[in-house]
C-alpha cells in the first residue's frame, strides 16, 4: 500500500505544472559595517542597489541605483540572503522593499516578474518541464529543431559539481562561469539534437534543497529520472542517445546509463579513481601550481591524507577528528568550515569515494569518449585513461582518451595550466571540446 501510495504521489506531482520563479533584476553590493552603523541597521544586513535591469521587479517598485535595501516582505536583507529571499517569492506574488534613500525611509512595492524563459532560435524551440525525484519536482529544459526531420539524436547533458542555475538564454550565453557549457548547448541544439537539461535542488524552478544537504545517491535518482525523461519524448531515436558529463557530471554518468541503455557517453574533466586518491592529488598539485615549494606541498598532503582518511574513509565527523587529534583542529577547521566539505556534507564525498568507477563504466555498455583539457589544472589524465582502458578491456575499440588543446575545466581558451590558475573564471570560450565531441558523435552513429 505505501509503494502505490508513493507512485500515486508522484503521478500527482508529474501531472501538476512546476510554478516558474520571479525575478527580482537588481544587482547589489553589501553594506560596509560603517554604513551600516550610520543607518542604525544591524552589522551584516542591508544592500545598496547597484543597478536595476530595465522590466523587472526592483524596476517596476521603482528603485534606484544607490538605494539601501534593508527589509524585503519584513525580512533583513543581506548580500548572503537576497537570493534566497526572491527565490522563494514565485512570479506574480506582490513583493515589498523596505529602502532607506537619502534621508527617507520608503516602502516601494510591485508584483514578483517572471524569470523570462529561453526563446529558442529559428533552429530550435526550448520548452520547460520538469521531473519528479524523491518527492520534488526538478526543472527541466529541452531543446527540439523546428525542422521537421523524424526522430533526432538525443543528448543529456548533466553539470558539474556547482549549483549554478542552467536556465538561461543559450543563444545569448557569453560562456563565464555562471553560463559556462551555454555555447556548448547552443551547438547541439541548431545541430539538430534534441537536448535536455535539469536544474538541481533548491536551484532556479527546481523544489528542494538546499543544494548543501544533498547527497550522491540522492542527486544520482534526479539524472536518472531526466533520462528517463529524455527517452520518453516523442521526438527522439532511442538508438542515438548520448549523456555528456561535465566534470562531476561524469561521475553520474555511467552510473544511469548502466542501467538505462544509451549509445554513448562523453566526459570532459572528470575522475575515475577512488576520491580519496583524487583528493590527495589536487592538494598535491594545486598548491605547486599556486606557488608552494614541492617540500610544503608534500607536507600539506600528509596533514590532508591524515585527516580525510578519518573523515571519508573511516566515516568520523569533523568534530571527532578534532577531539581526537587536537593539533588537527585548525586544519580540519580549514579544510571542513562549518562541518561541510566544498559546500556540501560529508555523507556526499564518502558516498562518491564508495563508488567502483571503472566498473560503472564497464557496466554502461556503450561507446565512450573520455577527454581532459589541456590547461585543465583540476583533473588529470590518468583518471580518463582508467576510463577508457576500462572500456576497451572488456569492449576493445569502444573507450577514447584525447587531450583537448587550449581548454581549461571552465572551457575557457587558456594555453596552459598556470594560465589557468592564473585567470579562474576569465578567457574565452573555446568550442575545440565541443566541436571533438560532436565529431565523435557523428562518428559513432555512423557505425553499423
Known amino acids: 500500500m505505501i509503494a502505490v501510495t508513493t507512485l500515486a504521489f ?8 512546476l510554478p516558474r520563479r520571479g525575478a527580482l533584476g537588481l544587482a547589489s553590493t553589501p553594506l560596509t559595517r560603517e554604513q551600516a552603523a550610520s543607518l542604525k541597521l544591524p552589522e551584516g544586513t542591508g544592500v545598496v542597489v547597484a543597478d536595476v535591469v530595465p522590466g523587472f521587479t526592483a524596476a517596476n517598485a521603482q528603485l534606484q541605483k544607490g538605494d ?85 539524436p538525443g543528448f543529456f547533458f548533466i553539470q558539474g559539481f556547482s549549483p549554478n542555475s542552467y536556465d538561461f538564454t543559450l543563444s545569448t550565453s557569453t560562456g563565464d562561469v ?59 531515436d532511442k538508438d542515438n542517445i548520448f549523456i555528456f558529463g561535465h566534470s562531476m557530471g561524469g561521475a553520474f554518468g555511467p552510473m544511469i ?6 549509445k554513448g557517453i562523453a566526459t570532459y574533466g572528470t575522475a575515475a579513481r577512488t576520491w580519496f586518491e583524487y583528493l590527495l592529488d589536487i592538494i598535491r598539485y594545486q598548491g605547486v601550481l599556486a606557488g608552494q615549494t614541492l617540500p610544503a606541498a608534500d607536507d600539506e598532503m600528509r596533514i590532508a591524507a591524515r585527516i580525510f582518511s578519518q573523515v571519508i574513509l573511516e ?7 578534532k577531539k581526537s587529534q587536537p593539533k588537527l583542529a585548525p586544519y580540519v577547521d580549514a579544510y571542513f568550515p562549518g562541518g561541510l566539505f566544498n559546500q556540501k556534507t560529508l555523507e556526499f564525498w564518502r558516498q562518491l569515494n564508495d563508488v567502483n568507477f571503472p566498473s560503472y563504466w564497464v557496466k554502461a555498455n556503450c561507446r565512450v569518449l573520455a577527454v581532459r583539457g589541456f590547461s585543465d589544472y583540476v583533473t588529470y589524465d590518468i583518471d580518463h585513461k582508467v576510463i577508457a582502458d576500462s572500456v576497451n578491456a572488456v569492449h576493445p575499440g569502444w573507450g577514447k582518451f584525447e587531450l583537448c ?20 573564471t576569465k578567457g574565452k570560450f573555446s568550442m575545440n571540446f565541443s566541436n571533438m565531441m560532436l565529431k565523435w558523435i557523428r562518428e559513432v552513429m555512423a557505425e553499423k
Open 10 to 17: 508522484a503521478a500527482v506531482l508529474q501531472s501538476q505544472p
Open 405 to 424: 588543446p587550449d581548454s581549461d575545466h571552465l572551457f575557457h581558451d587558456w594555453p596552459t595550466e598556470k594560465a589557468s590558475i592564473t585567470n579562474w
Open 178 to 236: 555562471k553560463t559556462i557549457d551555454g555555447p556548448l548547448l547552443h551547438q547541439f541544439a541548431s545541430e539538430g539534437f534534441v537536448t535536455i537539461r535539469v536544474e538541481k535542488p533548491g536551484v532556479g524552478d527546481s523544489e528542494g534543497g538546499p543544494f548543501a544537504d544533498l547527497d550522491y545517491i540522492t542527486e544520482l535518482d534526479i539524472y536518472r529520472q531526466t533520462l528517463k525523461q529524455l527517452k520518453e519524448h516523442g521526438g527522439v
Open 68 to 152: 539601501v535595501v534593508a527589509k524585503m516582505n519584513g525580512k533583513p536583507v543581506s548580500a548572503k540572503t537576497l537570493g534566497e529571499l526572491a527565490r522563494n517569492l514565485p512570479s506574480n506574488q506582490s513583493v515589498s522593499f523596505d529602502v532607506r534613500r537619502g534621508n527617507q525611509t520608503i516602502t516601494l512595492k510591485a508584483d514578483m516578474v517572471e524569470k523570462p524563459k529561453d526563446p529558442g532560435t529559428e533552429m530550435y524551440e526550448v520548452s520547460y518541464s520538469h521531473i519528479v525525484s524523491n518527492g520534488k519536482r526538478m526543472r527541466t529544459i529541452i531543446t527540439t529543431p523546428r525542422k521537421p526531420g523524424g526522430k533526432r
Open 315 to 321: 566515516r568520523k565527523s569533523a568534530a571527532q577528528v
Open 257 to 262: 546509463a548502466a542501467e538505462s541503455q544509451v
